[in-house]
């Protein structure tokens, strides 16, 4: 741990600031796993991308699902392929091995080099599938049943758990992270963002594109705010259909880049033209 | 120093123990704070925070504590190894893992190599607000592949100073009186749920079943019963617009773990604007409206009645008949209260849940609804306790 180690910056294409690039660099030297919270499009997956390429370690990704368990995190062992090849005689179903298939925590642990190991939307499994990660992250190893191999870490990856912000997560999980909570751009912030993304963009255009954009996400009752990656996207388009001003009204262009919901886009149009329908 | 901030901490409910205590140290061990009491600020809030709620208590406690002092380094450290040693032998709320680490930890061993670092650093020490100075020795070595410089904001040193950053408070917004989430909500909602078995379609009863046809000797014996079915009815009214915009983002939460609720039997939902009178209206728009006397005739005493509002308003809304503007029609002129106390009357079970936090309901209207409802504050806690009170009986 003493030892003297690359630390992260941040890359020429991922904005980073000295708040989140701290926390990085903590859960690094403390070998702990580092929780990033923060509203969708806040660059929290962008982030695994980041720390691989700026500190060259391989990246290995676990795209969590309503329906992953942590076991699929470490090896899953193929019964049924098995069953099927023994029908057959030309492949050895005696060895157990062939037919366990390592997952996403599972490669981590087993590469030869350090790696980051991006557990991202946790929040998307079941409320257990936390606190059944905990012992593998702590201890980084785990045997397989079926073959009795264990599986240990030979460098303790760099474990990265993205979260949105709106669910809990356990107490003693949290409690063996490095927390992050990034913050939505700030517009100065965003301006940084688009231009990495849309170098060559005119600036009165991207300039009035940002205002409205923030004018939309500050509008009440929407039910899902547009957030960075809608405004790129946005941008883009715009570009491609050769817009070149913008202004918040009725008929915006292509508005639907920004606001996926009906009820969103019912939303719009009520406080844009009635301006506010009620009195206080 | 260090200890007053990490009581400061406890006192907010944040929850700092050994555990952080031990990772920061090491984190102050490597030097990743960089000397400074701008980068103590970030390494100690990655470590010792562990949720956006308890973002604004780090920063008031770090403001309390630091703030116009200047802070020495040696004595902060001093202080981190001493608690951690006598946390070792006199806190008893310690867990057994937070012990099995102050085990691992060698504190002589930390606190030679902390002392080594300073002894280097003496020449450079700079005092005022700075810990030790900003130009001391890093841990951040060259090793093999050599980090490229990424874009960061402000630029290192530009940004602003800890006790800025603590001062702008910008994360009061997320605290945990003003969070809720669905999944919780969902959670807090699952007491109503009341089952019964009655009607026809029958389903397959797997254990009666097997008893049967375990008496009959091993011959298939099958029961059916009855499938079970949520019994539950429940009416969800909420206040919209003007004063509640500012919880638009907690109601519709409320709204949809209350849709997703698969346990009950029937859910109605009403909105209303700060007040209900003759009316109440089945869209967020006040569209198809329905008349409060045909709902009461509709939905019997059984179900069970959920208010959302803020109960703030103007007292004459509240006091005066048809104290809406909007309303005149059906000679059902009444004050809103009036309409207030026929729901609660009507319904065995209703309460009102309501979003303002709990000490601004003396002294205005919220007093007087609450005269009226049983009211609880929409927190986690207070949706828990109003679906205890709902399910009372009575
Ligand atoms: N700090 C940043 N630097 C550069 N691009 C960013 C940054 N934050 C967000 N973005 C942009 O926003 C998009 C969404 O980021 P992503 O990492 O997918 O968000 P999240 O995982 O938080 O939902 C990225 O593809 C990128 O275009
Ligand atoms: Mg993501």
């Known amino acids: ?280 | 120093m260090f200890v007053p901030f990490i009581y400061e901490l406890r006192a907010r409910e944040v929850p700092v123990g050994a555990t952080e205590a031990v990772a920061l140290a090491r984190a102050l061990e490597a030097g990743l704070h960089e000397n400074s009491l701008d980068g103590f600020y970030h390494v100690a809030r990655a470590i010792l925070i562990h949720s956006e709620r308890h973002l604004d208590d780090f920063d008031q406690a770090f403001l309390k504590t630091f703030r116009g002092v200047e802070v020495e380094a040696k004595k902060l450290k001093d202080e981190l190894f001493d608690w951690l040693k006598e946390a070792r032998e006199n806190l008893p709320e310690l867990t057994d893992e937070e012990r099995a680490l102050l085990e691992e930890l060698d504190p002589e061993e930390l606190e030679r190599l902390f002392n080594e670092r300073m002894e280097e650093q003496k020449e450079k020490h700079q005092g005022g607000n700075k810990w030790i100075g900003t130009e001391g020795t890093s841990p951040f070595g060259h090793s093999g592949r050599a980090a490229r410089q990424g874009i960061r904001v402000g630029g290192k040193g530009k940004g602003r100073s800890a006790i800025k950053t603590a001062d702008a408070r910008l994360y009061a917004g997320y605290r945990e009186d003003l969070t809720l989430d669905v999944r919780q909500m969902q959670l807090a909602l699952r007491k109503l749920r009341t089952f019964t078995r009655v009607g026809g379609d029958e389903e397959l009863d797997l254990e009666g079943t097997i008893a049967a046809t375990a008496k009959n000797a091993g011959e298939l014996e099958v029961v059916t019963q009855p499938p079970r079915r949520p019994n539950t009815r429940v009416i969800l009214m909420m206040d919209v617009g003007g004063s509640m915009d500012p919880f638009a983002h907690l109601c519709s939460r409320l709204f949809s773990a209350t849709k997703k609720s698969s346990h009950f039997k029937e859910l109605r939902t009403y909105y209303f604007h700060n007040c209900v009178y003759g009316r109440v209206y089945e869209t967020e728009r006040f569209t198809d409206p329905i008349r409060v006397n045909d709902l009461l005739h509709e939905c019997g005493p059984h179900y069970k009645l959920i208010m959302v509002g803020d109960a703030l308003m103007a007292p004459y809304e509240l006091m005066s008949p048809g104290g809406s503007i909007h309303w005149e029609e059906d000679g059902e002129r009444a004050e809103g209260i009036v309409w207030l106390m026929r729901l609660q009357k009507h319904f065995r079970r209703s309460v009102w849940l309501n979003p303002e936090p709990q000490k601004y309901w003396l002294g205005n209207t919220i007093e007087n609804i609450a005269s009226v409802f049983d009211m609880y504050p929409l927190t986690l806690d207070g949706l828990g306790e109003a679906t205890t009170h709902l399910m009372k009986s009575k």
């Not at chain 1, 969708?40 to 309503?66: D, F, H, Q, Y």
């Open chain 1, 1 to 280: 741990m003493s030892q003297p180690f690359t630390r992260f910056q941040g890359t020429d294409r991922y904005l980073s600031n000295e708040s989140l690039e701290s926390a990085v660099n903590c859960a690094l030297v403390l070998e702990r796993p580092l929780l990033i919270r923060g509203e969708p499009g806040t660059g929290k997956t962008l982030l695994a991308e980041a720390v691989s390429e700026a500190l060259g370690m391989k990246l290995i990704r676990w795209n969590v699902k309503s329906t992953t368990r942590a076991q699929d995190g470490l090896y899953v062992y193929d019964t049924v392929q098995r069953l099927y090849d023994s029908r057959f005689q030309d492949k050895d179903v005696s060895d157990i091995e062939n037919y366990i298939e390592l997952g996403p925590m599972g490669k981590a642990f087993d590469a030869d080099e350090r790696v980051v190991l991006l557990i991202d939307e946790i929040d998307k499994a079941d409320v257990e599938f936390p606190n059944d990660l905990l012992n593998e992250l702590d201890r980084m190893r785990f045997v397989i049943d079926e073959t009795q191999r264990e599986v240990a870490a030979k460098q303790r990856p760099f474990v990265l758990i993205t979260s949105n912000a709106e669910k809990e997560l356990p107490d003693a999980f949290l409690r063996r992270c490095v927390f992050h909570f990034i913050d939505f751009p700030t517009p100065e912030l965003m301006e940084q963002i688009v231009h990495v993304h849309h170098p060559e963009m005119e600036a009165s255009l991207v300039q009035q594109a940002m205002e409205t954009f923030y004018e939309i996400r500050s509008m009440k009752r929407l039910r899902k705010r547009p957030s960075t990656s809608e405004l790129i996207d946005w941008i883009a388009v715009l570009k491609a259909a050769g817009v070149t001003d913008v202004k918040l009204e009725g008929n915006l262009p292509f508005l639907g880049a920004l606001l996926k919901k009906e009820q969103d886009l019912v939303a719009f149009a009520d406080q844009l033209t009635g301006g506010r329908r009620w009195r206080s």
